[in-house]
């Protein structure tokens, strides 16, 4: 299985003091140990990543410094890249307010592209939910 990680996700990843960073890097490694999922990013999630971590006081990045970070983890992580070909027609029909044009558009990339929206938010349909921990 394929998962395109939303920007949410691909941060919490990304900076090990996030709120989230546990639970997100439980599941990729859990995922990644069973030999059959592959991640990915795409040109608005790693720019998603970039923008959060420089704009965002609490984390305190220069671009060059959250750029860097990115192609460190997508190394390590080995984290494939999904290009993005699609425009603004293929909205998903859900898709009702600017919030959720981005999730829309990162949904409806993925599954074109043979792989599911991987998620910390729960009210984007038809998604994967990255699991809790115990």
Not at 45 to 52: C, H, M, Q, S
Not at 94 to 100: D, R, S, Y
Request: aromatic share 8%; with cysteine; glycine share 6%.
């Amino acid at each position: 299985m394929r998962y395109l990680l939303d920007v949410n996700a691909l941060v919490a990843l990304g900076f090990l003091q996030h709120e989230f960073h546990e639970r997100v890097a439980v599941w990729v490694r859990t995922s990644v140990a069973m030999g059959t999922v592959e991640l990915a990013t795409c040109s608005i999630t790693e720019l998603g990543f970039v923008r959060i971590l420089t704009q965002a006081p609490q984390y305190g990045f220069a671009v060059s410094q959250a750029r860097d970070l990115l192609l460190r983890l997508k190394a390590a992580r080995v984290l494939k890249f999904i290009p993005d070909d699609h425009d603004i027609s293929r909205l998903p029909a859900w898709v009702k307010i600017a919030k959720q044009t981005t999730d829309g558009h990162l949904a409806r990339l993925a599954r074109a592209k043979g792989a599911i929206l991987a998620t910390l938010d729960r009210r984007i349909p038809r998604t994967f939910q990255i699991p809790a921990g115990k």
